[in-house]
């Protein structure tokens, strides 16, 4: 069975400052897909970013960027310049190819103070 | 372009109580989960439902949840009898098949068992 650890249950960062929050997955698979999602504390959950396992290259999505490194599995995400609305719960998901099904790992609870 | 819709956004209930959630996916959006956060946990995936039929069940505790989907659209979870262990936040998500992992979530149902 897929799993998706976050080992990093909270975090802080001072506004404007650069975070990484960490992801680790187990899967045998080859083919599959990674995200970020953000769920602030109105609860209603938004994707952040998304990797192609089979895509070297890193995602980036404005001051949102991933590092990837598949034979670790390990798939962090860097947020640079934080802001006050970034103040969320972070979950990194997992989702198989071939299934729209995603695992979602324990998520990080950030706060980005003034 | 309307967001998935859910209600009620609160329910409290007695143990042994029944209770209904429902759910109006994006419009389009032939796939809608149900999954269910409990406080301190990323969302775990209690039923999927590609138009009205169900794709994956697997985690449905079918002898008090059962869920549906008719005509493909609006989908009801219905819980009887529950139990304490069922507090948790219900959140329903729809997608675009074939937009790998990309899920639209609502703002949840949250449910107080006491």
């Known amino acids: 069975a897929q799993t998706v650890t976050q080992s990093q249950p909270e975090m802080s960062v001072q506004e404007a400052e650069t975070v990484t929050l960490s992801c680790t997955y187990d899967?045998?698979?080859?083919?599959?897909?990674l995200f970020w999602y953000k769920q602030p504390p109105s609860r209603q959950m938004i994707l952040v970013i998304r990797?192609?396992?089979?895509?070297?290259q890193n995602a980036t999505e404005n001051r949102f960027s991933v590092n990837f490194q598949k034979a670790a599995k390990s798939f962090s995400l860097k947020i640079s310049d934080s802001q006050l609305g970034d103040t969320a719960m972070y979950f990194c998901?997992?989702?198989?190819?071939?299934?729209?099904?995603?695992?979602f790992g324990k998520g990080t609870k950030l706060t980005v103070n003034p | 372009e309307a967001g998935v819709a859910q209600s009620p956004r609160y329910k409290i209930i007695e143990k042994r109580q029944s209770v209904a959630f429902w759910c109006n996916p994006i419009?389009?959006?032939?796939?809608l989960y149900w999954y269910q956060q409990i406080l301190g946990q990323g969302p775990k995936l209690l039923i999927q439902?590609?138009?009205?039929?169900?794709?994956?069940d697997s985690q449905l505790p079918k002898d008090r949840f059962s869920a549906e989907r008719l005509k493909g659209v609006d989908s009801t979870l219905k819980i009887q009898p529950a139990k304490l262990e069922d507090s948790a936040v219900y959140l329903c998500?729809?997608?675009?098949?074939?937009?790998?992992?990309?899920?639209?979530f609502g703002e949840g149902s949250r449910l107080t068992v006491l």
């Open positions: 990797q192609e396992a089979y895509k070297q």
């Open positions: 419009s389009g959006h032939a796939t």
């Open positions: 998500a729809s997608s675009l098949k074939g937009l790998r992992g990309e899920l639209f």
């Open positions: 899967t045998s698979e080859n083919n599959y897909y």
């Open positions: 998901a997992f989702n198989e190819g071939g299934s729209e099904k995603l695992v």
């Open positions: 439902f590609q138009n009205n039929g169900v794709v994956d």
